[in-house]
């Protein structure tokens, strides 16, 4: 019991905290709004982080990249099974919220004027086309521009540049390369740091939203964590039978189920993708998969392969889109938010805190204002523990498809030989 505390300590205060605020804010009522400016010193503290946490994060990740065995062959591999199976959760998860919207039948309207006021207040009136609208979402026209956290995609494509240039210039680059690593472990303990208040500013801010919104948006919370759990075992054991079949038939589908129970306890119990690497590594040798392959992708996996995080950016979306009085019934915003959730979960999970930093690429890209981050930081929350499964042994189940991919068809027939 103690471990299982330890594993979820974070979680479990934050959740008590957010419990604790939706009662003060039911009590209170409207007058819970007295209580917003302690969440608000929270989320600027936080907002302050933002840049520098993004620059030096995916700078110092991508300066860290190692060369491995059969590199070009096995990093093509994971390339492109990370990137279709991110995808198919995430369409996965956009015909689940299609069929079950968590926010159905809301009334919103108070939030949407708080939306429309946001809107106002930064619109300059002028329709952008979407070539237009492309440029101003990837890039800005000054360099002083990216210091904003309403400019997080194009900080993000400059940091990628600025990390890959780093990697290129090798040892001349070595004191900028130390440099970054400091900078992004010194961010992250003032992270850390930080969320000693977090249970106080979340609390607050919740108390407050749900004092001017009453229960409707608690049942949205609860809404969305079935929705969860419902998409959850759809891809769990749909999916990776699916793809436990493709990479090597019946063998590679019974070898799968086989071996995969103790990862999924592993990640369930400690609710950590790290703390279940070793597990993961074990079960992908039993089930056959050649170690230079096992030992490349579950690593990497661990950081950019989140296809429980993706299903998860999709409902976050969906759910502000909803409270905010958003239409995405349309062809093009469902692609939009295919192609976001996908940013959120498959590659912000490579940036340490990548978490937080892709909750605000969601609000920058979309213009929802500040109040929507701890919003969405809740349901980052209660669905922390089945997201960690699906992240976490989906790496198993994408080592046998790149294992198909590297050594062909009847990799696992040569291996039981």
């Not at 440029?135 to 521009?145: A, L, M, Q, R, S």
């Not at 990628?160 to 240039?165: E, K, N, Q, T």
């Not at 030992?295 to 392969?305: A, D, K, L, S």
């Amino acid at each position: 019991m103690g471990k299982l505390f330890k594993n979820y300590r974070m979680s479990i205060i934050l959740i008590l905290s957010v419990i604790i605020g939706g009662i003060v804010g039911l009590l209170m009522g409207p007058e819970a709004k007295v209580l917003e400016p302690f969440g608000q010193i929270y989320l600027n503290l936080i907002f302050t982080l933002i840049v520098p946490l993004v620059f030096f994060g995916v700078t110092s990740a991508i300066s860290n990249m190692t060369v491995m065995k059969r590199l070009g062959k096995i990093l093509v591999g994971i390339t492109l099974i990370f990137a279709v199976t991110a995808l198919l959760a995430g369409l996965l998860a956009l015909i689940g919220v299609l069929i079950f919207d968590p926010l159905s039948g809301t009334d919103t309207s108070d939030i949407s004027k708080i939306l429309q006021q946001v809107e106002q207040d930064k619109g300059t009136g002028v329709e952008l086309s979407i070539a237009q609208q492309l440029v101003k979402t990837i890039t800005v026209g000054d360099f002083f521009e990216l210091f904003s956290k309403n400019n997080m995609l194009p900080l993000i494509v400059i940091s990628v540049i600025f990390g890959v240039a780093l990697v290129l210039a090798g040892d001349k680059a070595k004191v900028v390369k130390d440099f970054l690593n400091g900078s992004s472990s010194i961010l992250m303990k003032m992270v850390d740091i930080l969320m000693y208040y977090a249970p106080i500013g979340l609390g607050c801010y919740f108390a407050s939203i749900v004092g001017q919104l009453g229960t409707q948006i608690l049942e949205g919370y609860l809404k969305s964590f079935i929705l969860y759990l419902v998409l959850s075992l759809i891809y769990y054991f749909g999916f990776f039978s699916l793809y436990a079949y493709i990479a090597a038939g019946k063998q590679g589908f019974k070898a799968f189920w086989r071996n995969i129970i103790p990862p999924t306890i592993t990640a369930l119990a400690t609710c950590s993708s790290a703390a279940s690497i070793p597990v993961n590594l074990e079960a992908t040798k039993r089930i056959g998969v050649p170690a230079d392959i096992a030992e490349t992708v579950i690593p990497i996996g661990i950081n950019t392969h989140k296809d429980g995080s993706v299903i998860g950016g999709v409902i976050k979306i969906v759910f502000l889109f909803a409270l905010f009085g958003k239409e995405y019934d349309s062809i093009s915003m469902l692609l939009s938010i295919l192609v976001v959730s996908f940013l959120v979960g498959a590659v912000m999970g490579a940036i340490p805190g990548g978490g937080m930093i892709g909750e605000m690429l969601i609000i920058s890209l979309y213009g929802f204002p500040p109040v929507a981050l701890p919003v969405i930081a809740v349901i980052s929350t209660i669905i922390d523990a089945p997201a960690t499964v699906l992240n976490s042994t989906g790496n198993t189940a994408s080592a046998m498809l790149v294992a198909r991919f590297v050594d062909g068809k009847g990799w696992l027939k040569s291996v039981s030989k």
